[in-house]
């Protein structure tokens, strides 16, 4: 799997880290167009790249784009042209709390139904809300760094916890921003399945992972 990564590049202070900007954008008019530019480019980079295994790649949503009128037509219309074994995954980030509006109920059942999968992204921060794993048919949970950077100095209680949570709701669970082997070795020890971050893969291309990927096809 793979997550695409919205980097700004400014002309005069150089790069600029998402955590700066990205609030502002979601809570703004320009989110209809960041959101928009990062699905078609992301997507449209695996399209003409055609990797060689099933490949799942994530996109970072706000609550407030399932509630935009054309929002699903454009996702559907974007899956429908990926390769057969490539399967979008939209995040979630809780700074915003989603409403069970009819829209956003509507939203979900659609993209469902197209293969879409969803993740909550960095749970455990912001609005935590356990209510959320109920009334919405989310399929994964990714634990936020700051608990995974103290999985292996007397935080795995913690993460076991949210383990066991999603268990309870049918979820897989991601750790993100795994840095040494330690957190990886404490987070497979409490039944993490899946986790990203400079350990495995740092930031690249995706003319770059699509390359490792189809040598990692025919190395298998």
Do not use: C
């Not at 960095?122 to 995974?148: C, M, W």
């Not at 979820?171 to 986790?195: K, N």
């Amino acid at each position: 799997g793979v997550e695409a990564l919205l980097r700004w590049h400014h002309a005069k202070w150089g790069p600029i880290s998402p955590a700066v900007f990205m609030e502002e954008v979601e809570s703004s008019d320009m989110l209809e167009e960041v959101t928009r530019f990062v699905l078609q480019t992301a997507l449209a980079e695996m399209r003409a790249l055609t990797p060689a295994l099933p490949l799942r790649i994530a996109v970072n949503i706000a609550p407030r784009d399932l509630e935009r009128k054309g929002f699903i037509a454009e996702v559907v219309a974007t899956v429908r042209s990926l390769p057969q074994n490539t399967t979008l995954v939209l995040e979630l980030t809780e700074r915003f709390l989603l409403s069970e509006s009819a829209r956003t109920s509507a939203a979900f059942s659609a993209l469902k139904a197209e293969g879409v999968k969803f993740a909550i992204d960095a749970f455990g921060t912001e609005h935590s809300n356990i209510d959320l794993l109920g009334r919405f048919p989310f399929d994964y949970i990714k634990i936020d760094r700051q608990f995974v950077t103290k999985v292996d100095t007397g935080g795995a209680d913690l993460i076991a916890g949210i383990v066991a949570l999603a268990r309870h709701f049918g979820l897989q669970v991601i750790a993100e921003g795994v840095e040494t082997q330690s957190q990886h070795d404490g987070l497979e020890s409490v039944g993490v399945p899946y986790a990203q971050g400079y350990l495995y893969q740092r930031p690249a291309t995706a003319q770059h992972i699509a390359t490792s990927i189809s040598s990692s096809g025919e190395t298998a």
